[in-house]
């Protein structure tokens, strides 16, 4: 219910506009989301990876309306990653790249487009790309659209989302030799036609897909705070005989930190989700969601004249 109520004030300008002109104590948003600028992007980054992190970085803006605002995005992608090589990050860190941010919705050749010049950039800054999962209603442009980049770009990352009943069937699909896919919970709201609705049912689908990726020959990718399948991807590991650097645990900025030190320190590879820029509105209320004891850790925030 309360998951309803803040993905319907996500949706809601006028709510947009009265928590972005609150006076939100700069803490509460950095807690999640590294800053507003390239160059906030690229502190935090070096700070994690001198933790023993890898990173990923999310340029914030999804459901892009404009043309300029989809190479507006796509630039700063190409920015960002000349900045990542020339500050000696690019091994540790690759960027997460919405298609809706650069133009999906409403032209798709021009997302293509700008995705692959961001492709192109990554390459040559010595890293890569993964591309982001969003509703149910693009889950195939988007497979597609990789499946063409990673013809030119084999690095590009797919991201699966465990809630999604085809998903086990797409996991088989992509646990292929060099391909790297993220397998997620799934962060929209999804119909039940198409999605498990129960979190049992979410969390069980989760380990069959991790059964299918672990046991395979590409690079599984586990994103997930959740302690339960953090231990059963430990165990999977093991059973599996995967090396350090044949699978990844990745979690979001801000949440879990411990965990994601205590999982580095173990040996294992641990990448972390860094989003930054201005439109953190959206990014924010979908970490509410999931999550309603942060509402009041953010209403507390809100409240404060700190
Ligand atoms: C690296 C990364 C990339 C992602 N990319 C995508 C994507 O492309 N598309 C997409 O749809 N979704 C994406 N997601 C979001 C994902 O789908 C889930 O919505 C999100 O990760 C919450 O699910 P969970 O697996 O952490 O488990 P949950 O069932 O939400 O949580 C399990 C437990 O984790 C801890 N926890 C979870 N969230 C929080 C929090 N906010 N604060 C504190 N503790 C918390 C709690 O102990 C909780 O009980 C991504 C997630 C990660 C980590």
């Known amino acids: 219910m309360l998951r309803s109520v803040i993905l319907a004030a996500a949706r809601s300008a006028r709510v947009a506009h009265l928590v972005e002109t609150a006076p939100v104590s700069r803490e509460v948003v950095r807690r999640f989301v590294a800053g507003q600028r390239t160059s906030d992007a690229l502190k935090v980054t070096k700070d994690l990876v001198g933790d023993g992190l890898k990173v990923t970085l999310d340029y914030l803006g999804e459901d892009t309306l404009t043309t300029e605002q989809a190479e507006r995005t796509r630039d700063e992608y190409v920015k960002l990653l000349g900045e990542l090589q020339d500050a000696g990050l690019a091994g540790d860190a690759e ?9 999906q919705r409403f032209d798709p050749k ?10 192109a950039a990554a390459t040559s800054a ?13 889950t195939d442009a988007t497979l597609d659209l990789i499946g063409r980049l990673r013809t030119e770009f084999p690095g590009t990352g797919a991201v699966l989302q465990a809630y999604l009943r085809r998903t086990e069937a797409d996991c088989r699909e992509l646990a292929k030799e060099g391909q790297r896919v993220r397998l997620c919970k799934g962060a929209y709201k999804e119909p039940e036609s198409v999605a498990y609705q129960a979190k049992l049912d979410v969390d069980k689908s989760y380990v069959r ?21 953090v231990a059963i991807g430990e165990d999977r590991a093991k059973w599996f005989d995967r090396a350090p650097d044949e699978f990844e645990f990745q979690m979001l900025y801000g949440i879990r930190p411990d965990e994601q030190l205590r999982l580095a320190a173990e040996g294992y590879a641990v990448r972390v989700y860094v989003p930054y820029g201005d439109q953190w509105y959206g990014y924010l209320m979908r970490r509410l969601a999931e999550r309603p004891a942060n509402v009041a850790f953010f209403m507390r925030a809100l409240t404060s004249t700190k």
């Open 95 to 103: 960027v997460s790249v919405k298609i809706s941010a650069v133009g």
């Open 126 to 138: 010595g890293t890569t790309v993964t591309i982001d999962m969003e509703d149910h209603t693009t």
């Open 110 to 119: 021009m997302a293509e487009a700008n995705a692959r010049a961001i492709c």
């Open 209 to 229: 897909c991790m059964n299918v990726l672990m046991s395979g020959p590409g690079y599984p990718m586990l994103a997930t705070h959740d302690p339960r399948l």
